[in-house]
C-alpha cells in the first residue's frame, strides 16, 4: 500500500490565484481530514469527511474547499489564495470515523502564497 | 472549546538523558489522547494513545505516557533518549465528534550525541 500520497509536494501561488491540493489513499479508509500546520500553531483541522459524499467544516475552514466524490480522494480547493495560506498542508486518513482510530498522515504539501 | 497545551517549546538534551514531555487539555468530559511524532523530512506518525483502561500507555520505540485526570494532563517519557529521537512531537486531544483531533503547538526535541 502507498499510504497516503499527497501531490504536490511544493508549490508557489501568487495572490488570487486557485490550485487544487490533490490527496489519496488506498487503504480503503472512511474518514479524511486535511490540517494546516503553521510555526507556533500545531495542525489545525480545515475540513473533513466521514465518506463519499459527506464533508464538514473544522477549525479554519474560510478560503477551502472541499468535495468527496470516491473514497479514495479528497481534494483541498483554494479558490482565491491570499498569504495568509502560506503553511504547509497534510491531508489524514483513518479507517473509520470513531474517535479511537490512529489517524494515519500524508507527506504534505507546502504552499507559498506570494 | 477544546484546547491543548504543550508547554516546551525546544527541549535539547544529551544521549541517555530522561526525557519528560508536558501536555495538559482542557476538556471537561471523556477524551481520547495521542502523540505524534514527525521525524525530519517524515510524516507525522503515532506514537501511542489513550482512550480507557490502564492510565500509562506504552507506545513504539520505548515511550510512554500517563493520562492524569486530575491534572488534565498527558505527558510524554522516555527513560533514556536516542540521538534517533530527534523529532517534533505533538500531543493532540479528539473530545468530540468523529475523529477530529485538536493538536498542540509542538515540542521540538533535539538529542545531542
Known amino acids: 500500500n ?15 490565484q486557485s490550485m487544487t ?36 467544516q473544522g477549525e479554519v475552514p474560510n478560503g ?8 479514495e480522494d479528497f481534494p483541498l480547493r ?11 498542508y497534510f491531508c489524514a486518513s483513518s479507517y473509520s470515523k470513531g474517535r479511537m482510530e490512529t489517524q494515519y498522515f500524508g507527506p504534505g504539501t507546502r504552499l507559498l502564497v506570494l | 472549546a477544546q484546547s491543548v497545551s504543550q508547554h516546551n517549546h525546544h527541549v ?5 538523558a530522561s526525557l519528560e514531555l508536558g501536555c495538559n487539555y482542557s476538556y471537561g468530559g471523556t477524551v481520547n489522547l495521542f502523540w505524534y511524532v514527525q521525524y525530519p523530512g517524515q510524516h507525522l506518525q503515532l506514537l501511542l494513545k489513550y482512550f480507557s483502561g490502564d492510565p500509562l500507555v506504552k507506545g513504539i520505540k520505548g515511550f510512554e505516557a500517563e493520562f492524569i485526570k486530575s491534572k488534565f494532563s498527558f505527558n510524554l517519557r522516555k527513560p533514556s533518549v536516542q540521538w534517533s529521537d530527534t523529532a517534533e512531537y505533538f500531543c493532540a486531544v479528539n473530545a468530540g465528534g468523529a475523529n477530529n483531533l485538536f493538536f498542540g503547538t509542538g515540542t521540538r526535541l533535539t538529542v545531542i550525541p
Open chain 1, 78 to 88: 483554494l479558490l482565491s489564495a491570499a498569504p495568509s495560506q502560506t503553511s504547509v
Open chain 1, 2 to 16: 502507498a499510504g497516503v500520497t499527497q501531490t504536490p509536494k511544493f508549490q508557489v501561488l501568487k495572490t488570487g
Open chain 1, 21 to 56: 491540493l490533490q490527496c489519496a489513499q488506498d487503504m480503503n479508509h472512511e474518514y479524511m481530514s486535511w490540517y494546516r500546520q503553521d510555526p507556533g500553531m500545531g495542525l489545525r483541522l480545515i475540513h473533513y469527511s466521514v465518506g463519499a459524499g459527506i464533508t464538514d
Open chain 2, 12 to 16: 535539547i538534551l544529551s544521549e541517555a
Open chain 1, 64 to 71: 477551502y474547499n472541499v468535495s468527496r466524490s470516491t473514497t
